[in-house]
């Protein structure tokens, strides 16, 4: 028998496909590309994914090993998966074997046998006198359970993951259970397959002009590759078009893919799907467990799910009938993946809809400058929603002059009136204050001694809850100290203001009022930020304290006040992208206020009220801000018209990565400029002193030419194995 041949991405970090010999009583039946195999690589055996097939190979055949063995399971990727990973790996100049993984569930990675069991769904039963009367008796005493009862009924077949995401827990499950009124079942594969009846007539709004233009728009591109970005300002009924748009896609018997920055963005969107499409439907994030990921996998691969809605991970999932993709919040940065292989989920995106030749439709209030400039050039159907979808207006921004004000616990006299008066007419507040934490610092009354994390060198935040000290950057912990180790004093406080503090000083200011706090310290429990957004909804709380995790795509019809808090930091960064995000995450934590028929109100306590950024934000919008912005970026030559990589380079002594990336920028590249190398924004972190470098070019082809040159020359370089180094392709935060 001839001999056959396989090259395999091994998960390994080498930027290069691995050569097997395929054994004569493996050669049947035929390997596929993208099949799992297990092979030998050093000591152990991984998991490697088959991206080619052939009968002749220019190794010395003594030196290549064969496979160890085939797994024959239905666990193989397609080709289009593989094309489509193979060109992400090209073009961030990633190690291909890790790319591959991201495309397999945690479970799938291992060589060890898995033991599939199906997954439990629910069902309600059949309605007999007996269940109508018990239906009746929880409408009234249990509605949280009536509510669970009537989406199981409607969804029959939902599974545990949708319905925790939705806030549901398994006491109510149990309880409807032991009333015989729902049952769980093991669930049978099956094709999707379209129903009229699928769709809920009764939970579609009528369309304005503007949303009615773009759904005609994207319909129109169904089966060929456009992008569509849609710039609707924060309630502007984005979500409607999103669904509007994919009923065509659906019908046709084809699969959507969702992504969102957030997880915390996944319950609403997810609550707003399962309204509308009586389809199977299955999130894909990091807060599920590995078996419930697998399930995701399974039923995307085996075409049994309509809709996916996940973070940016769920771009590389096995949909073999991919009809449409959507990305909210396009801009948020999120998407970008910052370490390992650091993709960008909306660029990943896009491209994958190019491959398939579907369309894709990004939206944002604050579109990003990229994605903004390819709308006003032409690449992208660029549409815009000028006003708020139903009886609700625009919020207005107004600043207010710190300098001039009284403070009282980091709020001014006037933004406490406000939410005084706002409070008294039964409506919600908005506080945003993107700093976690009790304190972003203590020190010495006396002898001015701060205490700064030794492996970071920046001040340890203090969390007075569990009364720590922990670093923000590499997580270190300690208690807090009785003394000054300087001098001795007992006089040590904290310095500056986190969420935490706020909401005991708020609580203090306004004693009647129930206060939540959002952050990712108070929803570290499972279910609690879903929880927490539940009882918001509710109006269990009036006073809503909170990161920038509050502050994205949530709708809070009973919130009409927004008061933004120390969000001066951004106006003197030396990060060019620094007024971008700042304008984009004022604009989005002012679309919570007056998002129903109730009018909104933004107040921004600033030390610089005269600011040319927040001026031209309050009084001409982001996309006034955003135009001129750009004519900025083309004279200085920045992206989005040029395109940059990042060479970041770590050690444990400072001379050594700076002399790595110094002897990089003594390469002669055509076409391309050299920032660097210079210190990382925060130069030590977790013992590491870090150092960047940056390669530019006005042409996206030259800038990668350049960056191959670089690789090869690397493996050469004296400090190579000195430091650790890594390479971002469209880098979007420099601080990292």
């Known amino acids: 028998m001839p001999k056959s041949y396989v090259q395999v991405a091994v998960p390994v970090p080498m930027r290069q496909l691995f050569t097997y010999l395929i054994p004569n009583d493996m050669q049947q039946p035929p390997i596929h590309i993208g099949e799992r195999v297990a092979v030998s690589f050093g000591a152990r055996q991984v998991i490697a994914i088959v991206v080619s097939v052939n009968n002749e190979c220019d190794i010395d055949a003594k030196k290549i090993k064969p496979i160890a063995k085939r797994l024959n399971d239905v666990f193989h990727l397609s080709d289009s998966l ?9 073009y961030y100049h990633h190690p291909i074997g890790d790319v591959f993984q991201q495309a397999l569930p945690k479970l799938l990675r291992q060589v060890k046998k898995l033991e599939l069991q199906p997954p439990m769904v629910w069902h309600s039963e059949n309605i007999t006198d007996e269940t109508r009367e018990k239906i009746t008796k929880i409408a009234t005493k249990a509605p949280k359970q009536h509510a669970l009862y009537q989406l199981i009924d409607k969804h029959q077949g939902i599974s545990w993951a949708e319905l925790r995401t939705l ?6 499950l149990n309880a409807l259970t032991a009333k015989t009124l729902i049952t769980e079942v093991k669930q049978q594969p099956c094709q999707f397959i379209w129903q009229e009846s699928a769709l809920a007539q009764e939970n579609k709004q009528v369309l304005s002009t503007e949303q009615a233009i773009i759904v005609a728009a994207i319909n129109q591109s169904i089966e060929q590759f456009a992008c569509h970005l849609i710039d609707g300002i924060t309630g502007s009924g984005k979500t409607e078009v999103y669904l509007q748009a994919m009923e065509n896609v659906l019908a046709n018997n084809q699969q959507v893919l969702v992504i969102v920055p957030e997880i915390g963005l996944t319950p609403q969107t997810l609550l707003r799907f399962e309204q509308r499409f009586n389809v199977p439907i299955c999130l894909h994030h990091s807060n599920l467990n590995d078996t419930e990921r697998l399930d995701t996998w399974l039923n995307a691969q085996q075409n ?4 996916v809605i996940g973070t940016r991970s769920a771009v590389f999932s096995p949909l073999h009938k991919l009809g449409m993709i959507i990305v909210d919040e396009e801009h948020d940065s999120s998407l970008k993946q910052q370490d390992s292989f650091r993709y960008h989920g909306r660029d990943v995106a896009i491209l994958r809809a190019r491959q398939l030749n579907i369309p894709i439709v990004l939206g944002s209030a604050t579109p990003s400058f990229e994605s903004l400039q390819n709308a006003l050039s032409g690449k992208y159907q660029y549409h815009q929603l000028h006003k708020r979808a139903g009886q609700s207006n625009k919020a207005k921004i107004s600043l207010i002059d710190v300098a001039k004000q009284q403070m009282e616990f980091g709020l001014s006299g006037s933004l406490k009136h406000e939410i005084k008066q706002t409070l008294a007419r039964g409506e919600q507040v908005l506080v945003f204050l993107n700093r976690r934490g009790y304190a972003p610092a203590i020190n010495c009354q006396e002898c001015h001694w701060l205490c700064d994390c030794q492996r970071c060198d920046k001040p340890y935040t203090f969390h007075q809850k569990q009364q720590l000290l922990i670093c923000h950057h590499c997580g270190s912990q300690k208690r807090v100290p009785r003394q000054c180790p300087s001098c001795g004093s007992v006089r ?9 503090q706020l909401e005991q000083r708020i609580s203090e200011i306004f004693p009647d009022v129930s206060v939540v706090r959002i952050d990712r310290d108070s929803t570290r429990k499972k279910g609690e930020l879903t929880k927490l957004l539940q009882e918001i909804t ?8 909170g990161t920038q995790m509050l502050a994205k795509g949530h709708h809070f019809p009973d919130v009409t006040l927004v008061a933004v808090l120390d969000g001066d930091g951004a106006l003197f960064s030396f990060d060019f992208r620094a007024s971008e995000n700042m304008a984009q995450l004022l604009i989005q934590v002012a679309g919570r206020a007056g998002r129903a028929s109730k009018p909104g109100k933004v107040l921004v306590q600033t030390s610089y009220p005269e600011h040319p950024l927040l001026q031209d934000l309050v009084h001409n919008g982001y996309q006034h801000f955003a135009k001129q912005a750009l004519i900025e970026r083309k004279q200085a030559r920045l992206p989005p018209f040029s ?30 400029e050299f920032a660097g190398p210079v210190p990382a924004a925060m130069e030590k972190k977790a013992g590491k002193f870090r150092y960047h470098l940056i390669l ?41």
């Open 82 to 90: 593989v094309s489509f990973l193979k060109l992400c790996a090209n």
């Open 167 to 172: 806030g549901y827990s398994k006491a109510q």
């Open 492 to 500: 040590i406080a904290p310095v500056g203001q986190g969420t935490e």
């Open 696 to 736: 530019q070019s006005k042409s996206r082809k030259e800038l990668h030419i350049a960056i191959l040159q670089l690789l090869n020359v690397i493996p050469n370089n004296e400090f190579h194995h000195k430091v650790r180094w890594s390479l971002d392709i469209d880098p979007i935060d420099l601080n990292w």
């Open 538 to 545: 509710e109006k269990k709380h009036q006073l809503l304290i």
């Open 643 to 672: 395109f940059q990589a990042l060479i970041r380079a770590e050690a444990n002594y400072p001379s050594y990565p700076e002399k790595f990336l110094r002897t990089l920028t003594e390469q002669t590249l055509i076409n391309c």
């Open 304 to 307: 049994s799910v309509a809709i």
